[in-house]
Each structure stands twice: as C-alpha cells, then as structure tokens.
C-alpha cells in the first residue's frame, strides 16, 4: 500500500460511538459540545452586528485526522488509510443537543495541504455544508435553513469554536428603478433560453485570483471554501461539468485595507493604486481571468456610500461580463456565510439583481443574456444566489433571529423548484414586464466568454491512464497517471454502465481518489485532466464493485 493514502481526512474532526462497526454509516460525531459553563465563549460588539447568537468550544478528535479513517486487511495485517467520498454521512452535534446528519458530495482539494468536503444536511432541503481541514484544523460552515453554523480554529484558546450565526447579514439594496415597459419589448421578442449543453461542447474554465488582506484568519481554507462552493452549485445544479471555476493563486496584500470602503477597494483594483499597483502583472503571471478581494468586515468603516452606518461589510462588484474590470470583493464573514463570495463573482460572469431591468443588464455588455438574473419567492422568505435584499420583496431584518429570507446555493432555473415553487421565471408574453430569470441557462453561455478574458498558455491537457485500484471491503482506492500540464482532474461516477446522469465527487490536485461501494451496488466511474483551457478526454470507464476482502 502506497504511502500517500495516509492522508488528511475529515475523520479529524470526528468522534467514535461506540457499538458500530467501521463499515456502518453514520457513525460518529462531528462536534461535541464540552459539557461546561466555561464552554461558552462571549462574542464581541462586532460579532454581534453580524449576527453570532451563541458562541462555544467544541471537542475536536485531531488523533482521528493524523491516523485517517482505517480498515483493518485481515489477509496481510497492514492497515490502509482513506478519504472519505460522496455519500459517506457524519453526525453533527448543534447547540441545544440536536444531531444532524451530513452527507459528503464531493471533495475538493485546490490549495497543498488542504482538502474540502462539501454535500448537504440530511433531510433539510437547503441545508448545505462546506468544510476544509488544514494543519489538524477545521473551518467551514454548516447551513440548514436561516442559520449557519461556523466552525474555526481560535489561536488565542488553541480550541476550534461553533459559531451559532442568523444569516440576517447584509443591508438593504435599493432595487434599480423601472422604466417604460417597451423598453423590453423587443427584448422579448428575440428572447430564448438554450438547451442544456452536452459535455465537452463548450470550454468555461474560469481561473480566480483572490488576494485578501493581510489582517484575514483563514485564508487558505476559506479561499478553498469559495471555490469548492461556487463549484457545488454548478455541479449540484446540474450543469455541464467543463463549466467549472479554479484557484488561479491565493496571494497576501501585505496590507489590512483598514478603514477602506469597500467601493474604494474595487475602485483600488480599476485603478492600480496601492496596495494594487501589480494586479495587472498578478493576472498575467497566473493567467486569472477574475479577481476576487476577500477583506475584514468592519463596522467602523461608517463614512461608505454604499452601506452608510452599517460599516464594511457584504461585497460588491466591477462589472458584468467585462474583461476590462473582472473584479469583486467580499467580507471574510460574509464570503460563505451568506454566499456573498459566490454572488460577487455571479456578478462578473454576469449575473444581475431580480429587478434590473433589461436595458440595465445589456448597459454592461452585450454578452449578457437578458434573463441572466436571480430570483425571489413569491412571499420573499427565499432568494437564489443572484438575488438581493431589498425593501419590496426579500427584506433585511436586524431582529434576531432572522426569519425573512435566506440566500440558496442554487441559481435561478424556471426548470426546477424550491419548497414548492418554480425557482425562476420565463414570460412569454408583452404585457408582462419580463423580469424573466433562468441564470443557470445564462451561465452556460456566459461562462465560456469570462473563461477566455485573460489567455491561457497551454492547451487542455492529455487523457489520464489508470495506475491502479486497491480494493478493501467497500473501499475502491482509484489511483491513476498525472498528466502534463493538468492542474486538476475531475473523477465522476454513475450508477448506470451507460454514464447516464453522471455526477462529479471530485475535482482537485490528486491523483488517487476512494470510491465507496457497499454490498450489492455498482459505480461507474470516469476521471480526467483539466486546466485553464479546459478537460482533456475521459480516461477508460471503471466498473467498481463492494469487495469481501482486501487485495
């Protein structure tokens, strides 16, 4: 058994229940609360003002995460050690005692030495997680409905903290001003949605720069976060897996941008004024076709146009779809906690507000389809990631606990649903005013034109060759060549040996991947090489099956 198998595995942050077997599912905790007053940490002025209702230590097994998930070869008594993969469950432990199940979609690995597990919560339609270990460290966040759940790593206790947050988060934006209906019209009248690209027809691999501020905890994980969350609600959505987004570089400011607005920091950005005066030789050396500020929220920020008494805090954008300005910024707190990271960069690939008007998105550029917008539910308690608050339709609430309306990691699709009802909109007719929203079919149009604003050097890489597959019990150990010029490889599996409906548990710097297959079931699984000039050809398809003992 190789070596590299003995790797980070979200089992770190694990606890065993005793009286279940290895091969059982879900059998440990995730976090458990410590059973002291003294576990209690007291939040501060500026967490309170962005909504952290409950703050505690929490008990977090890092034995777990340098010995892996183990099974026992009865054959040859070695041990092998494994990641976790798509469909592997984990119990989380809530404040207040209820217990939550998590199950893994996907890992993602964009960073050396960080890997990060994204899925759902069990049995809660929005509930969605995303989680990167680093160094024996945890950070990411669990959502289920209107709150989030934070868990970090706090140098000043040397003890990880769960963070109870309402996701009452951002201010109010005032919706763009209608103007008159023949305005659409003619927009209408030449509108239509495209069908579902087939894989490989279209290349929209979009390279990301962030740069953050010197004074951001975390950096490399929640710059893995972004990406592995912006990745999951292509993939989850559906759609063509070559539409993807990837780590161009993760580079300090060496500067905290304090007292900066937020609009200045993008103004900072347009204009090259320190401290970047080198974004443009930045983007050149990584070839990033966007960039993305993350920053500390801060709420003595107060003089801003913006958001006036609220201080630094949500994000903003440049542009739509415009290769002179691809630039975004977002608060450290608000980047995954409100999904504003994903929204900000939604923005560059030109993604407008529910209620910009046609004429409004099309100011931007021509690219922009007229329905590439987000969508608000028709009572206002939800929005899609392009959604916005606003005093009309998704309000923002300083009452907490915030009960009015939750961002969903899902874009507007008037194909598909949420609690009910059709998540986006279609019209048809000219007596509508057509605020029509299907961003997932504008993505798949826009995304290739933002893949190419900045050049890539190389071409999309070769196919990968199979180099083995250890088999133990469920555990299917898929390792295969690296490949000249990929910076990652997609692995997909389908329970259909035709690849109907495949799906990606994958995409990262790996080469070795474990595929869990239980008694009485099959997956089919494809891998390949990417970069930014898209995938390569899939590699040949595996046939993986449960095996009753280790080879």
Same mark, same amino acid.
């Not at 409905?145 to 000043?156: L, P, Q, R, T």
């Not at 903290?161 to 019209?185: F, G, M, R």
């Not at 998704?394 to 961002?407: A, G, I, K, Q």
């Given at each position: ?27 440990? @905790? ?7 007053? #003294? ?6 002025? $500026? ?6 209702? =409950? ?10 995460? $340098? ?11 070695? &041990? ?8 592997? /469950?984990? $119990? ?13 979609? *996907? ?64 201010? &109010?934006?005032? +919706? ?47 710059? =893995? ?36 607005? &937020? ?8 204009? #090259?004024?320190? +401290?970047?005066?080198? !974004? ?70 030109? /993604? ?20 590439? *917008?987000?969508?608000?539910? /028709? ?5 899609? @990631? ?47 005013? +057509? ?13 290739? !034109? ?77 891998? *390949? ?7 390569? #050809? ?14």
């Amino acid at each position: 058994m190789k070596n590299k198998y003995a790797i980070l595995v979200i089992s770190s942050v694990l606890l065993s229940i005793s009286g279940f077997a290895a091969t059982q599912e879900p059998v440990e @905790i995730f976090v458990e609360m410590e059973n002291s007053s #003294a576990s209690a940490v007291p939040t501060s002025m $500026l967490e309170e003002s962005r909504g952290i209702l =409950s703050k505690n230590k929490v008990n977090v097994n890092v034995q777990a995460l $340098l010995n892996g998930s183990s099974v026992q070869v009865v054959a040859n008594l070695k &041990k092998m050690v494994v990641d976790p993969d798509a469909g592997e /469950g984990f $119990l989380m432990q809530l404040p207040g005692g209820t217990v939550v199940t998590l199950i893994t979609n *996907r890992v993602h690995s964009y960073l050396k030495g960080v890997e990060t597990y994204s899925g759902r919560v069990k049995d809660i339609e929005s509930g969605h997680f995303t989680l990167s270990i680093e160094n024996g460290k945890v950070f990411g966040q669990v959502n289920i409905e209107f709150m989030a759940y934070d868990i970090s790593y706090d140098k000043g206790s040397k003890s990880h903290i769960l963070s109870e947050i309402d996701l009452a988060k951002v201010p &109010k934006h005032s +919706p763009e001003p209608l103007s008159d209906v023949t305005t659409y019209k003619a927009a209408l009248e030449a509108l239509s949605f495209p069908t579902p690209l087939l894989s490989g027809s279209a290349i929209g691999t979009v390279r990301v720069l962030i740069l953050y501020g010197s004074d951001v905890s975390n950096a490399s994980t929640l710059a =893995s976060n972004i990406i592995s969350e912006m990745n999951d609600t292509f993939f989850d959505d559906g759609m063509d897996p070559d539409l993807h987004v990837t780590l161009a570089d993760l580079r300090n400011l060496n500067n905290d941008l304090d007292g900066v607005c &937020k609009e200045d920091i993008l103004e900072g950005m347009e204009d #090259a004024d320190s +401290p970047f005066t080198n !974004i443009a030789t930045w983007v050149d050396d990584e070839d990033a076709d966007v960039v993305l500020t993350i920053a500390t929220t801060d709420p003595d920020v107060t003089n801003c146009s913006e958001n006036g008494s609220y201080g630094r805090i949500g994000g903003q954008a440049s542009a739509l779809l415009d290769s002179t300005k691809p630039y975004a910024v977002t608060m450290d707190t608000y980047a995954i906690g409100d999904l504003t990271a994903v929204h900000e960069l939604g923005h560059v690939l030109g /993604g407008g507000h529910p209620t910009w008007s046609v004429s409004t998105l099309e100011s931007f550029s021509d690219d922009v389809e007229p329905y590439s *917008r987000g969508y608000i539910a /028709g009572d206002g308690d939800w929005q899609t @990631i392009m959604g916005a608050y606003d005093d009309n339709d998704c309000d923002f609430s300083t009452t907490l606990p915030n009960t009015d309306c939750v961002r969903l990691p899902l874009w507007s699709d008037p194909t598909k649903s949420y609690d009910s009802e059709t998540r986006g909109v279609t019209y048809t007719s000219d007596t509508q005013v +057509p605020y029509s929203a299907d961003m997932a079919a504008a993505l798949e149009i826009q995304m290739p !034109i933002a893949a190419v604003f900045e050049s890539y050097p190389y071409s999309a890489p070769g196919t990968p060759s199979l180099d083995n597959v250890e088999k133990c019990f469920q555990h299917n150990i898929v390792e295969w060549n690296s490949v000249t010029n990929a910076e990652n490889y997609q692995v997909l599996y389908s329970f259909w040996s035709s690849f109907t409906n495949p799906e990606v548990i994958y995409f990262g710097s790996n080469t070795y991947l474990n595929v869990r297959v239980f008694p009485n079931s099959t997956k089919y699984v494809k891998f *390949r090489a990417c970069n930014g000039s898209g995938c390569g #050809a899939y590699g040949s398809q595996l046939t993986l099956t449960y095996n009753s003992f280790c080879n």
